[in-house]
């Protein structure tokens, strides 16, 4: 049974950071698509951050430069670090993993989900 568990949400105020994991069990984080989507109440899930391969990165626009996806091969662990969070970023933040090689962006080509982790911002 593939399980991707969140940690690392909480509440913090502007320009501060927080770092989210992601662990997974029963499915190996390799060099598919693997990545990040939030959802803020009332919007689309949008993907934030996405790896693929073993070093491409895609993210999300507003997130440039300010956002880092990593990942721990040995401790099949997925990361968020996220630096100078603005109140815009508040939402449910998703670990999400597809079986396919490229980063659609597309909520529905990723096979398997976390259950979230809550990051607020105040301003």
């Known amino acids: 049974q593939v399980q991707l568990v969140e940690s690392g949400g909480g509440s913090v105020q502007a320009g501060g950071s927080l770092r989210l994991s992601c662990a997974a069990s029963?499915?190996?984080?390799?060099?598919?698509?693997r990545g990040w989507f939030r959802q803020a109440p009332g919007k689309e899930r949008e993907q934030v951050a996405c790896a693929y391969g073993a070093s491409g990165t895609i993210y999300l626009e507003s997130v440039k430069g300010r956002f880092t996806i990593s990942q721990d091969y040995a401790k099949n662990t997925l990361y968020l670090d996220m630096n100078s969070l603005k109140p815009e970023d508040t939402a449910m933040y998703y670990c999400a993993a597809s079986r396919a090689y490229w980063c659609t962006g597309s909520p529905g080509r990723f096979d398997y989900w976390g259950q979230g982790t809550q990051v607020t911002v105040s301003s």
């Open positions: 029963g499915y190996t984080l390799s060099t598919a698509s």
